[in-house]
């Protein structure tokens, strides 16, 4: 066994990669991290003999909850070669949720990430890294840092109509979203399922361009579809992407009140009743064959997608106006 490093040891890996002034005077340093909360900024983690030097905790992105911090999950650099990794700690949660009359079972699985990883080491639509355990074999997944934008911020920060932005960008957004159902296809050609589509779950790799998924530690349970709960997460960021972002009635009520009175209760999202998905009635230009995708992620809906496959052929279909 080798023995851990020393407190100079570490001192002189930091300055390598940090300024003089960001060098701590001493280090706390953790080969057990079951208690994430103590695992703090400018402590080392020591994980099969490597050291990682914490930065900061991650923050969560979702709408609703922007800046709640999530303890578990740690900026970090390898003190080996001075990279920027995210660092996730174990941390256990279950809920159930609910689609339509379908409820699934929710629980986060380190395991489930774990195995994701290696499966999806050398795929280009996904987040790359791997897992380690610690002293007390907890799973810790270490992850490549991924510059780069979200695909929701991405969208909703191109200043222009609809109109523009449809026929300008969204064929090309597109056509890398269709990659990621792709991806979403391989893994459940592996008895995979991603756990937690959403569209803060896509990022947009600054340096290759590539659309590539996060965060797969979650699983859940349904004995009837095993892969319904990632198809509607898919058929969400479809409609958001297709939309340029969410349409509210809401926003319908005070900007476009004559078009609110002609929806009705088919033309809402199946479970956020605040959102429409009969998006041809906001913009007729959007083509029928894309709009009929849309609809089986409505309370209208005659029946569902039941594999990634069949999402797949539909898109292939869309015929574009010229």
């Given at each position: 066994m080798i023995d851990p490093p020393s407190q100079e040891d570490l001192k002189e890996m930091v300055s390598q990669w940090l300024p003089p002034h960001q060098v701590p005077a001493r280090f706390r340093?953790?080969?057990?991290?079951?208690?994430?909360?103590?695992?703090d900024y400018d402590d080392v983690v020591l994980l099969n003999d490597r050291p990682y030097l914490i930065r900061h905790n991650a923050k969560e992105k979702r709408f609703g909850l922007e800046d709640e911090v999530k303890f578990w999950v740690k900026r970090a650099v390898d003190l080996t070669d001075g990279t920027l990794k995210i660092m996730k700690l174990v941390f256990y949660e279950k809920f159930m949720s609910r689609i339509g009359d379908i409820e699934f079972e929710c629980f986060r699985s380190p395991r489930k990430e774990a195995r994701i990883l290696e499966l999806v080491s050398d795929h280009k639509n996904f987040m790359h890294g791997y897992s380690i355990r610690d002293d007390k074999e907890?799973?810790?997944?270490?992850?490549?840092?991924?510059?780069?934008?979200?695909?929701?911020?991405?969208?909703?920060?191109?200043?222009?109509?609809?109109?523009?932005?449809?026929?300008?960008?969204?064929?090309?957004?597109?056509?890398?979203?269709?990659?990621?159902?792709?991806?979403?296809?391989?893994?459940?050609?592996?008895?995979?399922?991603h756990g937690d589509i959403r569209r803060d779950h896509i990022l947009i790799d600054r340096e290759t361009g590539a659309y590539r998924w996060i965060d797969f530690d979650y699983n859940y349970r349904h004995r009837e579809n095993i892969y319904g709960y990632d198809l509607f997460g898919l058929g969400n960021i479809l409609v958001f992407l297709t939309g340029r972002g969410d349409v509210l009635l809401q926003d319908l009520k005070k900007n476009a009140p004559l078009v609110l009175d002609t929806l009705s209760e088919?033309?809402?999202?199946?479970?956020?009743?605040?959102?429409?998905?009969?998006?041809?009635?906001?913009?007729?230009?959007?083509?029928?064959?894309?709009?009929?995708?849309?609809?089986?992620?409505?309370?209208?809906?005659?029946?569902?997608?039941?594999?990634?496959?069949?999402?797949?052929?539909?898109?292939?279909?869309?015929?574009?106006?010229h």
């Open positions: 340093i953790h080969t057990d991290t079951s208690d994430f909360f103590r695992v907890n799973i810790i997944r270490i992850l490549d840092f991924i510059k780069g934008n979200t695909i929701a911020a991405h969208v909703q920060n191109m200043d222009m109509d609809h109109e523009a932005y449809y026929h300008e960008h969204f064929p090309g957004i597109l056509s890398n979203f269709i990659e990621c159902v792709q991806a979403v296809r391989f893994l459940h050609d592996h008895g995979e399922r088919a033309d809402i999202n199946l479970v956020f009743h605040n959102r429409v998905v009969n998006l041809k009635k906001i913009y007729p230009y959007i083509p029928e064959s894309l709009n009929r995708i849309l609809l089986h992620f409505s309370t209208g809906a005659n029946r569902f997608y039941e594999h990634t496959e069949q999402l797949l052929n539909d898109l292939g279909e869309i015929e574009w106006a």
